[in-house]
């Protein structure tokens, strides 16, 4: 048995393909190996394998290596090999006051993107397992952080094809989520 961040594989050649996703060298895969035929046959046998790929790791059968694999891709080259289909882009420009070292304010002037995307039940490999024949996300940028998310929306709200509908939905006033008209009244409200 092997392990990968805490998760048992039964296949070496499996981790060498997630060691190399994550950008490790041969000298690195062996200093993680101590039983002699391990290291042998990462010594002979490294080269011979490409990095793991998204459907590669979508194909594992344990969900938890499924699960564990996914986290060496970012969500970027996750969308890109799975072909997620872009429904909707759009930008609004948004200005913030901020204040400076000596506690004067200044304008903050930014746009924020919106894009809603759609991938297919069966490029996840879960047609077996969800009803939903797509599964629906919006991608967004956190203005603070400037760390990018992916955000699931349902199909009713996706299947209107407007990407600030959708961010608007994953915002909860009371329990409920908001509608475009409600984000962008909060949004302009703010800036």
């Known amino acids: 048995m ?3 961040k805490k998760i048992k594989f039964e296949k070496i050649d499996v981790l060498i393909k997630l060691y190399k996703k994550q950008g490790k060298s041969k000298s ?3 200093s993680l190996f101590t039983q002699e035929d391990n290291r042998l046959f990462v010594q002979t046998r490294f080269d011979e394998f490409d990095e793991m790929t998204v459907n590669e790791a979508l194909a594992l059968q344990n969900a938890e290596q499924r699960m ?6 970012s969500p970027d080259e996750f969308i890109a ?3 997620a289909e872009l429904l909707d882009e759009q930008t609004i420009s948004k200005r913030q006051t901020r204040w400076d070292e000596t506690l004067r ?3 903050v002037i930014y746009e924020d993107t919106y894009s809603l995307y759609k991938i297919s039940a069966f490029e996840l490999g879960l047609e077996n397992i969800s009803r939903a024949s797509c599964i629906y996300f919006v991608k967004c940028r956190c203005t603070s952080t400037s760390k990018i998310y992916y955000l699931y929306v349902p199909e009713s709200v996706a299947e209107l094809g407007d990407a600030i509908e959708a961010i608007a ?5 009371d329990g409920n989520p908001l509608n475009k008209e409600q984000y ?7 800036t």
């Open 28 to 30: 690195e895969v062996l």
């Open 68 to 73: 564990i694999a996914l986290t060496v891709f």
């Open 81 to 83: 090999e799975v072909n």
């Open 105 to 107: 304010p200044y304008q």
């Open 2 to 4: 092997y392990y990968f």
């Open 184 to 190: 962008l009244n909060l949004i302009y409200t703010e």
């Open 169 to 173: 939905w994953t915002y909860r006033f």
